[in-house]
């Protein structure tokens, strides 16, 4: 069997280093995200939540600090929104970055320019969350029959998430996640992919902000129901069965604001 040239050798040899080296950092940004969010939590934790008419807690995400601004607090969620995404969305997006940084002339620099695309979609939508959550905290502590509502309002969100898990706008939404194609501009094709990706987890995305955007068990939940439509087989069939459990829970939590359970 003929050698290969040692020219052709070494270019392969610098692609896999630097295949290994693109994948050592991206670990690193997931493991450092990952980090952030639980600290963000446990801080979180320890201040407590804001007991409210109805019997339930408002996480205390959408409140000031003492001695906090609004724009510092405004910061500080967006901090933790930002950290929160890359933890829970990186391990779904890294087979996109992965062909596109394959079929990419400069391949990790493109890469870089997709999945930075990606996530200032998801960044913005945190600048619109952020305000809305606010807008509607306060008018829960100032309206005490808002607030008895919100139990009872909890579960039918659920249970609507749910549904849309299983139906032909999440399959859509989830095709165009799974078989995004790299373009010749990078920023658009990640910004492009990002609005996608936050129409296809609009279901999980609801059932976070309505169960407790700070809880991790929620949000581990989430993490893993993204990451296995998008890296399974049969993504689509995962996504049915993460919606059946989406729904199941909604059902449970009507029945307990309905005192039936």
């Avoid at 969010?37 to 446990?42: D, R």
Wanted: charged share 10%; proline share 4%.
């Amino acid at each position: 069997m003929r050698a290969l040239p040692v020219p052709v050798t070494r270019v392969r040899q610098q692609r896999r280093v630097r295949a290994v080296a693109w994948i050592a950092v991206a670990a690193l940004l997931f493991c450092a995200a990952t980090t952030l969010t639980i600290a963000a939590c446990a801080s979180m934790s320890s201040k407590g939540g804001m007991p409210m008419p109805g019997g339930w807690t408002m996480s205390m995400a959408w409140a000031r600090m003492c001695g906090q601004t609004w724009r510092g607090a405004a910061a500080s969620f967006l901090g933790m929104w930002s950290a929160m995404t890359v933890a829970m969305m990186l391990p779904a997006l890294m087979p996109a970055l992965w062909r596109c940084r394959a079929a990419a002339a400069q391949a990790e620099w493109f890469a870089v320019r997709v999945g930075a695309g990606y996530f200032a979609v998801w960044i913005a939508l945190g600048v619109v969350v952020y305000p809305l959550g606010v807008a509607l905290a306060m008018l829960e502590m100032r309206c005490p029959m808002l607030a008895r509502a919100v139990p009872f309002a909890t579960g039918p969100v659920v249970l609507l998430a749910g549904a849309f898990q299983t139906s032909a706008s999440k399959a859509r939404y989830l095709a165009c996640c799974r078989a995004a194609a790299p373009r010749d501009l990078a920023w658009r094709e990640g910004v492009r992919l990002g609005w996608h990706c936050i129409g296809c987890c609009a279901g999980i995305t609801a059932t976070v902000l309505v169960m407790g955007v700070m809880n991790l068990r929620v949000m581990a939940f989430a993490a893993a129901a993204i990451t296995g439509e998008r890296l399974a087989r049969n993504g689509e069939r995962v996504a049915r069965i993460v919606g059946f459990v989406v729904m199941a829970v909604g059902a449970a939590l009507v029945a307990q604001a309905s005192g039936i359970a």
